[in-house]
């Protein structure tokens, strides 16, 4: 006869192993960006097998999920029916298979951690990858050459913290200090400027702006050196 209280011990555990399997995603999230770092190849077929890593991870995410699901929904029933308690293995190994059965492995790209994945690579392509006129992307190719090693935000003069690329003028500042900015100078009914001099962009705005990856590495790589001098 199963207890609730092992029940509740062995969904604890469970939970702790979704946790680990969580940062074991985010780690290949950051193997695969150390990839396209030294590689500069986002077709490379480590960088697939990274994906499908990511994919199984999110298999044996969504089995768990449907595992807890499936003790909730038959513990509830064995609280209003106690002889059912003597049953309660069985019945969830049956709506445990009924949920399985159910999801489609289609759903797996949905996963938070999956998305982010992508997100992550499709943000690290060089900017010469994306269909743009030829003038546009010589220009654009400068502006990253020389901003790509400056790892002060404009607005705030200090180091940036979590880098956001404006895709429209290709100079980078700090998500929280240009979200800040933008949402102050909304309040007034105005538009936010790109602060880097010389710049012509007069409207900055949130969907302009796009994670960098791969700058936030090299600021973290940047403060490990400074450190270790």
């Known amino acids: 006869m199963t ?18 399997i969580g940062t074991g995603m985010d780690m ?10 030294s590689e500069g190849n986002v077709n490379s077929p480590n960088l697939k097998k990274l994906e499908e890593m990511m994919l199984e991870c999110a298999k044996l995410d969504r089995e768990i999920n449907c595992f807890v699901e499936a003790v909730d929904t ?9 002889e059912a308690l003597a049953l309660l293995s069985n019945s969830v190994k049956t709506e445990f298979a009924r949920l399985k059965q ?23 392509m060089p900017e010469a990858s994306q269909p743009e006129t030829e003038a546009e992307d010589l220009d654009e190719d400068i502006a990253l050459t020389q901003s790509q090693f400056n790892f002060t935000c404009p607005l705030t003069q200090v180091e940036m913290v979590n ?17 800040s900015m933008i949402k102050t100078k909304q309040k007034s009914s105005k538009k936010f400027r790109c602060p880097v001099v010389g710049c012509d962009n007069k409207d900055v705005k949130p969907s302009d702006l796009v994670l960098d990856p791969i700058m936030k590495r090299r600021i973290q790589n940047h403060k490990r050196q400074n450190a270790k001098k």
């Open 102 to 124: 159910g999801a489609s492995d289609s759903e797996l790209s949905q996963h938070a951690k999956v998305i982010a994945f992508k997100d992550s690579i499709q943000n690290s």
């Open 163 to 179: 880098p956001v690329r404006n895709k429209k003028c290709q100079h980078y500042y700090d998500q929280e200090a240009v979200l």
């Open 74 to 82: 038959m513990t509830a029933q064995a609280r209003q029916n106690p």
């Open 3 to 20: 207890s609730l209280s092992a029940v509740n011990s062995t969904l604890a555990s469970l939970k702790t192993c979704q946790t680990d």
């Open 28 to 37: 290949v999230t950051e193997v695969a960006l150390d990839l396209i770092e």
